[in-house]
């Protein structure tokens, strides 16, 4: 059965039993613990539960659904992780009260809009499967749940993907009035409901053990367990642009196949998997049914001269087109974890190899990212604690890195179920028992720094003057760090909101980083283009007041004893006199002003104590008053007239 993938090659392949085989803890070295991996969040505390499942939307919301017994009957429970608080919500239960419901028959798958859809099937999987939908992050889940089998069916088994164009698709198996079928349904993103089932097989054969991928929107394989007459084999369809086309069995052996994975790569070829029961052992196989073929290739069995080969199969496809399979065996009372590559051009596979430190281990989940990097989550032994590991192999890297700790488990409450977001963290959920008693638990490594929204960065300013810069980081993952940025001039500043003054013009290149608590980080550059100061206005030439010109000198009038004084002054504002001296007496007279146009005349009259000689010319000094004094500003000489 098949989880809910984000990417067109990702596959998050969940197991549908229990980790019966998983040796009991035994001395193992500590492994070392995984960076940037959350504190283990209980999402469920206490109960008696099975088996939790994770789905991640696009948007970030994380939905789990795992199996707890009410105290009744087994029922179906969900929370859910809010993409922007990082809150989780109090699980609910989903389906009905007196209802025991299949704890290995779970599936839960998120759409594109951030809807989440878990279906289930009842306890025996014979009667019905049931769903219910929650359409966006933030809304509820309906009160009823939504059958999805005809009433009369006898099921099989289910299966339960997101479609890379954010579609949910069920498929379920099963037999009715004598006819065995395979249907699927499909729920578009953002609506409530399933559409109407389509018959991928319907016949005489039976189907089991359904595994179901997409490449992408308009190309998927299923695959089954196949009985015919008593012979069992492994039987495919294809999906090709809204058809589904049953190819039949691709398989001529009759070794009860089980566990079936199926995976159709970029060049259209079907990888399968299965394992198969003969001679008291598990024997892990896989075959190629290449593009265009409707039966399969040489058939690979891994560990063929030991009697147990292996079971549980993962497959993923790297970023080369070669389909990596993970599985798990138990060997000389030790259960181990092994991988091999089936090499795109040569269609054979590597020898099997053991993964980092699985002994004991189990509850493999393989899953492949947009980019063809691989990562696997299972179970493994720290310091003599069951523990959950992850391990990874790289684009254009061959091995994989050493096992890694993400947390301590209790491998008797089910598989550590694992996926990754749209930025490639690592989401996971699984059981363990502490003090308290058991618990549910979700964790995350964060390998991604934090969004960056509401970049603002100038793209022009004026050297001398501050421009502002601002950044709104979210990181909904882990806590947020510290925000600095580079302003290309050798200088510096920290905080979200900062100003910044250019020295010099040119064009400089601004960088703003903001880290998570784990030291994740993300930046985004901007251009600013600098430009010098206009240069300041030219100075007001300074007004030159014209001089003020006096009309010709007029000389005093005199006649007999008296002096006649008739004379321009600069302004009818102030005093004027007329002083003179004859003989040793001084005399002065003020003037009489008057205004004439734009000139101020002053007049006035001097009267001597006796008549001068008619050769005598006096000169007559006219002076501005002023507080200090009286200021000589011309001087007239008398005429006889």
């Not at 098949?2 to 492994?31: D, E, K, Q, Y």
């Not at 502490?434 to 638990?441: E, F, I, K, N």
């Not at 709104?472 to 510096?492: H, I, M, R, V």
């Not at 400089?508 to 430009?531: E, I, K």
């Amino acid at each position: 059965m098949t989880l809910s993938r984000l990417f067109p090659r990702a596959l998050v392949a969940t197991i549908v039993v229990g980790l019966c085989c998983v040796a009991a803890p035994g001395a193992a070295g500590a492994v070392t613990p995984a960076a940037g991996v959350s504190d283990p969040f209980p999402v469920q505390q206490g109960g008696q539960f099975y088996g939790p499942h994770v789905s991640v939307a696009p948007d970030g919301t994380v939905t789990a659904a795992w199996a707890q017994n009410d105290g009744a009957s087994t029922r179906v429970r969900v929370a859910t992780r809010s993409a922007v608080t990082g809150h989780w919500s109090d699980p609910q239960y989903l389906s009905p009260e007196g209802e025991d419901v299949n704890i290995f028959a779970i599936f839960i798958a998120s759409d594109s809009n951030g809807g989440c859809t878990v279906v289930w099937l009842n306890d025996g999987g014979t009667t019905f499967v049931k769903s219910k939908t929650r359409v966006g992050s933030n809304t509820a889940w309906p009160e009823n749940a939504v059958q999805l089998n005809v009433p009369g069916d006898a099921l099989y088994g289910g299966a339960l993907t997101t479609r890379p164009d954010g579609a949910v698709v069920a498929a379920i198996s099963g037999t009715h009035s004598g006819t065995n079928f395979v249907r699927t349904l499909i729920r578009p993103a953002g609506s409530a409901d399933f559409g109407d089932p389509t018959d991928v097989y319907r016949g005489t054969d039976g189907a089991s053990d359904l595994a179901l991928r997409y490449r992408d929107a308009d190309h998927g394989v299923m695959a089954w367990k196949s009985t015919i007459g008593g012979h069992e084999n492994v039987s495919i369809a294809r999906y090709t642009s809204g058809d589904w086309t049953s190819v039949g069995p691709v398989t001529s052996e009759d070794d009860s196949p089980g566990y079936v994975g199926a995976i159709l790569a970029d060049n259209g070829d079907i990888t399968l998997s299965w394992t198969s029961w003969s001679d008291g052992a598990h024997h892990l196989k896989a075959a190629t049914v290449a593009a265009g073929q409707s039966t399969a290739g040489p058939v690979t069995e891994f560990f063929a001269d030991d009697p147990i080969g292996g079971f549980l199969s993962q497959l993923a496809e790297d970023e080369e087109g070669n389909i990596v399979a993970v599985w798990q065996r138990w060997y000389q009372q030790d259960n181990l974890m092994y991988t091999a590559t089936r090499d795109a051009d040569t269609g054979v596979w590597s020898a099997p190899s053991e993964l980092p430190d699985s002994n004991p281990g189990g509850g493999a989940v393989l899953l492949a990212d947009a980019q063809g990097n691989l990562t696997v989550t299972y179970f493994g032994i720290s310091g003599g604690t069951a523990t959950v590991l992850v391990s990874r192999q790289r684009v254009g890297t061959a091995a994989w890195s050493a096992a890694e700790s993400i947390g301590t488990a209790d491998y008797t409450l089910g598989t550590a179920f694992s996926t990754l977001d749209a930025d490639n963290n690592l989401l996971a959920v699984w059981g363990r028992t502490v003090d308290s008693g058991p618990q549910v638990v979700f964790a995350l490594q964060d390998l991604s720094g934090p969004s960056l929204g509401d970049v603002a960065i100038p793209s022009a300013g004026t050297a001398g003057t501050e421009l502002r810069f601002s950044v709104s980081p979210l990181d909904a993952l882990s806590a947020l760090g510290a925000t600095s940025w580079d302003f290309g001039d050798g200088e510096a500043a920290t905080g979200n909101g900062v100003g910044h003054t250019y020295a010099t013009a040119g064009s400089y290149t601004v960088t703003v980083t903001s880290t998570d608590a784990f030291g994740n980080a993300t930046s985004h550059t901007g251009s600013v283009t600098v430009t010098d100061p206009p240069p300041p206005p030219a100075p007001e030439p300074p007004v030159v007041q014209p001089p003020v010109k006096l009309p010709p000198v007029i000389p005093a009038r005199l006649a007999g004893k008296k002096i006649t004084i008739t004379t321009t002054v600069p302004n009818c504002s102030s005093k004027f006199v007329a002083t003179t001296t004859f003989g040793t007496t001084k005399y002065q007279t003020k003037l009489k002003l008057t205004k004439n146009g734009k000139l101020c005349t002053g007049t006035g009259v001097i009267v001597l104590k006796k008549a001068p000689s008619t050769r005598t010319k006096l000169r007559i000094a006219i002076g501005r008053v002023t507080k200090t004094g009286t200021n000589t500003i011309a001087t007239l000489t008398t005429k006889r007239g």
